[in-house]
Nanobody, 120 residues
Framework: QVQLVESGGGLVQPGGSLRLSCAAS????????MGWYRQAPGKERELVAS???????NYGTSVQGRFTISRDNGKNTVYLQMNSLKPEDTAVYYC??????????????WGQGTLVTVSS
């Protein structure tokens, strides 16, 4: 019904920047919250950032001040600008969304994940 497709991951040196994108498609009436979680090897999945359709955003403490989340409601797309990247930011980044479908069903959907590696 609703799918999320991420892009923008890759290898970057410490101190560098990357921009992740996540586009939603399908039978979407609206998407309330969209955001990003990440999971590093051997660690639990943690919230990176989330943003409501109103523009209100939340950030995980480890990324605050370095990452910026934004969204284009018209394109059902969320972005994550990551600056001043550190090796500890290395993880698989997963996009998620809380959507209302055109059948008036509420669903939580996840992307397939995109790998971000911060290394020299």
């Amino acid at each position: 019904q609703v799918q999320l497709v991420e892009s923008g991951g890759g290898l970057v040196q410490p101190g560098g920047s990357l921009r992740l994108s996540c586009a939603a498609s399908g039978s979407i009436l609206r998407i309330n919250n969209m955001g990003w979680y990440r999971q590093a090897p051997g660690k639990e999945r943690e919230l990176v950032a989330s943003i409501h359709s109103t523009g209100s955003a939340n950030y995980g403490t480890s990324v605050q001040g370095r990452f910026t989340i934004s969204r284009d409601n018209g394109k059902n797309t969320v972005y994550l600008q990551m600056n001043s990247l550190k090796p500890e930011d290395t993880a698989v980044y997963y996009c998620y969304g809380n959507a209302r479908t055109t059948s008036y069903v509420s669903v939580e959907v996840w992307g397939q994940g995109t790998l971000v590696t911060v290394s020299s």
